[in-house]
T-cell receptor, first 114, second 111 residues
Framework: ETGVTQTPRHLVMGMTNKKSLKCEQH?????MYWYKQSAKKPLELMFV???????ENNSVPSRFSPECPNSSHLFLHLHTLQPEDSALYLC?????????????FGDGTRLSIL | TQLLEQSPQFLSIQEGENLTVYCNSS?????LQWYRQEPGEGPVLLVT?????EVKKLKRLTFQFGDARKDSSLHITAAQTGDTGLYLC???????????FGSGTQLTVLP
């Protein structure tokens, strides 16, 4: 139990579907992150939120839309995805966005696009 | 862009053997973190090293940060099957505003 919970754990969707990934942290952290993990590639940072405000968008296509209603919850809304978007999507949190802060990861959502 | 290269990419060894994995960069990092990711789970932080030449030990795991803070190594003594996982290094510092991750070393320890 890392204190960061992601749902669903697995998701299969067609390219025209709309779905959302959810992340919740119980650690009292103020910063939350979305990462994409593909085989044989480094973790790719997608979005960073600090105190509910988006501070980083790492040139992510608009078919990925994040939402952070409060410091404990983070969503990733998905629409019209492509097959290359199939990957493990990891949520993480840290006390602040200071680069030396350790990040606590959820177990990820395994996304498959048909 | 700061890049971290990890080697080897894959490593398969027998239980009881020793091993070392490496994390190298041409950039200087102010600190470096090591994570382990087990199948079906997210990465879990093992250690953070911040001082050039620093050595930290975590039971059978020994982490070293290079003197020039451009590289790091992880040495495991007497590997156990429970050490199996993806070992990721991640660096901070320089122009990077966030953690930069390496692509990882996939370690398999066979019984």
């Amino acid at each position: 139990e890392t204190g960061v919970t992601q749902t669903p754990r697995h998701l299969v969707m067609g390219m025209t579907n709309k779905k959302s990934l959810k992340c919740e942290q119980h650690l009292g952290h103020n910063a939350m992150y979305w990462y994409k993990q593909s085989a044989k590639k480094p973790l790719e940072l997608m979005f960073v939120y600090n105190f509910k405000e988006q501070t980083e968008n790492n040139s992510v296509p608009s078919r990925f839309s994040p939402e952070c209603p409060n410091s404990s919850h983070l969503f990733l809304h998905l629409h019209t995805l492509q097959p290359e978007d199939s990957a493990l999507y990891l949520c993480a949190s840290s006390y602040t966005t200071g680069v030396s802060q350790p990040q606590h990861f959820g177990d990820g959502t395994r996304l498959s696009i048909l | 862009t700061q890049l971290l290269e990890q080697s080897p990419q894959f490593l398969s060894i027998q239980e009881g053997e020793n091993l070392t994995v490496y994390c190298n960069s041409s950039s200087v990092f102010s600190s470096l973190q090591w994570y382990r990711q087990e199948p079906g789970e997210g990465p879990v932080l093992l250690v953070t090293v911040v001082t050039g030449g620093e050595v930290k030990k975590l039971k059978r795991l020994t982490f070293q940060f290079g003197d020039a803070r451009k590289d790091s190594s992880l040495h495991i003594t007497a590997a156990q099957t429970g050490d199996t996982g993806l070992y990721l290094c991640a660096g901070t510092g320089g122009s990077a505003r966030q953690l930069t991750f390496g692509s990882g070393t996939q370690l398999t320890v066979l019984p």
